[in-house]
């Protein structure tokens, strides 16, 4: 389960510190697959990254006992002047992984980066970036998937493979979905979280908490 306690999150400004989470305290429970709602600028990313571990509470506390994935895509988290597997070595590293070289040839194969998988992370393209850091995440097996409105990359074919791969993980997965498009939310979640004004109501009902938010 993930429990969030008193967990409030600001920004500095120059106004002063900006709030953008106050107080959050709920439960997901596991076997849920959770859209967050919100309007533009409710915080729904900031929550996202606070899950992923990638951000920090400015207050409060979250507990875990989840494998919780980066946001799936994030390109920003890597090395830009490490090589792909090098890259990928690291991030085994931090989640405590010795044996890395399976994990390696299948983000290799994936990513379908050839020969650049041995280049510096640093002089991808931005469609190479996102392929590679769609494969880094399929490499692992998360318990939570979190996906901030991105469900795949690249091309139609690419983007195939992906929702594949995806299906395949939620087989023993749940996901944490950003998505304003109402249809995916729909077809992907079983509960939500509504942020409104810095505060968060967990629904057990997406049609509910759809409701909710469309008459905020
Ligand atoms: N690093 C930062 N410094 C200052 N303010 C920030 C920072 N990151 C986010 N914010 C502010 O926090 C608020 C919430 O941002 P966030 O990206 O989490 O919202 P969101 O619900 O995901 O929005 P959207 O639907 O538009 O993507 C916004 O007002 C944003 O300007």
Wanted: hydrophobic share 40%; glycine share 8%.
């Amino acid at each position: 389960m993930i429990r969030l306690e008193h967990v409030s999150k600001y920004y500095p400004t120059r106004f002063g510190p900006k709030y953008v989470l106050k107080n959050l305290t709920f439960s997901v429970p596991d076997d849920r697959d959770v859209a967050i709602l919100g309007v533009n600028g409710a915080g729904k990313s900031t929550l996202i990254r606070l899950l992923g571990g990638i951000d920090f509470p400015s207050h409060g506390k979250i507990h875990s006992d989840r494998f919780i994935s980066w946001p799936l895509a994030l390109a920003s988290g890597f090395q830009n002047s490490m090589s792909g597997r090098e890259n990928v070595r690291f991030v085994c590293r931090i989640h405590g992984i010795e044996k890395t070289k399976e994990i390696e040839e299948f983000v290799k194969e994936f990513s379908e980066l050839g020969k650049s998988f041995e280049l510096p992370v640093g002089s991808y393209s931005s469609g190479m970036k996102s392929k590679y850091s769609f494969a880094v995440s399929m490499g692992f097996d998360f318990d939570t998937y979190l996906l901030d409105e991105i469900m795949a990359v690249g091309d139609a074919s690419f983007k195939r493979k992906c929702s594949k791969a995806l299906a395949d993980k939620r087989a023993s997965a749940n996901i944490i979905l950003v998505s304003h498009n109402e249809g995916t939310i729909k077809e992907h979640c079983n509960a939500a979280i509504l942020l409104a004004y810095g505060r968060a109501e967990f629904y057990e009902s997406i049609d509910r908490a759809l409701f909710r938010y469309q008459n905020l």
